[in-house]
């Protein structure tokens, strides 16, 4: 009989014995992480009660206070809300706006940083410093001159109003988020392209606007999340024209002088956070890597 000369023994695998270190350091972090599902819970849960209560009927509404689940499922708050509430048109009215706001917003701000990452002029850090102080500025003390320069042009009442006011109150913080992620892209991709003979607008178009998808991503979900939920500036420069409201001014269609219709109310606040739910999920993988490119530079 022939032998191999292999021991069974020393060919087996090892079975790895747990590490009493790491079992102890999960067990130490389990309080931890309970409380933190808790808090979680705790932070979910008015969505929650929100969703319930748009399919729950008048009175299940009152009767079962802060129940999420309803008695009785009604789906006509829904049509009631889209329909009676004219949300229809109120959505249009939010997505052209939001996309226009958000299309406007990247354009500029991306050749605005652009241009501040790769030049240098007398008195830069000043001028960023006067132009960073007007991200603390409130809106109430500049609504007043807005509003006076809205009508002296004509756009008051318009949707071309709302578009100009959104995309000029972000333009400040994207420009600086633009200008962190491209000082931290190398210079030697630049370089190249600069001995290849790309002169500044070229490297701009066709090199460093396509390598900037992560923070385009970040600029484009924070300005549609903004401009979504923008109540004030819809409000105050639509107010003589019902049929230009967005969907934040529009839920107020269903509060009345003496009565609130509730229902209506939940079902109309779950259509409004649906879209915007529904892209940071898309987007949340480059708004975390778009961040973390601009605060690293």
């Known amino acids: 009989m022939q032998t191999t000369g292999i021991h069974p023994?020393?060919?087996?695998?090892?079975?790895?014995?747990?590490?009493?270190?790491?079992?102890?350091?999960?067990?130490?972090?389990?309080?931890v992480h309970l409380i933190l599902l808790v808090g979680g819970f705790f932070w979910v849960y008015p969505f929650l009660w929100m969703l319930g209560s748009s399919l729950k009927t008048t009175k299940d509404f009152f009767d079962?206070?802060?129940?999420?689940?309803?008695?009785?499922?009604?789906?006509?708050?829904?049509?009631?809300?889209?329909?009676?509430?004219?949300?229809?048109?109120?959505?249009?009215?939010?997505i052209l706006v939001s996309v226009l706001?958000?299309?406007?917003?990247?354009?500029?701000?991306?050749?605005?940083g652009y241009s501040l990452s790769r030049t240098t002029f007398p008195g830069k850090g000043l001028v960023l410093g006067v132009i960073a102080l007007t991200l603390f500025l409130p809106h109430g003390y500049t609504i007043i001159p807005i509003f006076d320069l809205i009508a002296r042009i004509g756009l008051l009442n318009t949707l071309?109003?709302?578009i100009l006011i959104e995309t000029a109150g972000g333009v400040v913080f994207s420009t600086f988020l633009f200008m962190g992620y491209f000082l931290s892209i190398d210079r030697d991709i630049e370089d190249a392209a600069r001995v290849d003979g790309a002169n500044f607008?070229?490297?701009?178009?066709?090199?460093?606007?396509?390598?900037?998808?992560?923070?385009?991503a970040t600029v484009a979900l924070m300005t549609f999340i903004g401009s979504w939920n923008n109540f004030f500036v819809p409000?105050?420069?639509?107010?003589?024209?019902?049929?230009?409201?967005?969907?934040?001014?529009?839920?107020?269609?269903?509060?009345?002088?003496?009565?609130?219709?509730?229902?209506?109310?939940?079902?109309?606040?779950?259509?409004?956070?649906?879209?915007?739910?529904?892209?940071?999920?898309l987007l949340q993988r480059y708004f975390i890597n778009g961040v973390a490119g601009a605060v690293k530079s």
Do not use: C
């Open 9 to 31: 023994a020393r060919n087996a695998p090892t079975a790895r014995r747990p590490v009493p270190g790491k079992r102890f350091g999960a067990l130490k972090m389990l309080p």
């Open 64 to 94: 079962r206070g802060l129940t999420i689940w309803p008695g009785t499922v009604v789906w006509d708050n829904y049509v009631r809300a889209w329909n009676d509430g004219n949300f229809g048109q109120y959505f249009i009215n939010t």
């Open 101 to 112: 706001v958000v299309v406007f917003v990247i354009l500029f701000t991306a050749m605005a």
């Open 160 to 162: 071309g109003s709302v």
């Open 201 to 216: 607008h070229q490297r701009f178009w066709r090199i460093m606007l396509p390598l900037s998808g992560p923070i385009i």
């Open 235 to 281: 409000l105050v420069f639509t107010l003589g024209v019902p049929e230009l409201r967005t969907l934040a001014v529009g839920m107020f269609a269903f509060v009345g002088e003496n009565t609130v219709d509730w229902t209506s109310l939940a079902a109309g606040s779950v259509i409004t956070l649906a879209p915007i739910i529904l892209v940071f999920v």
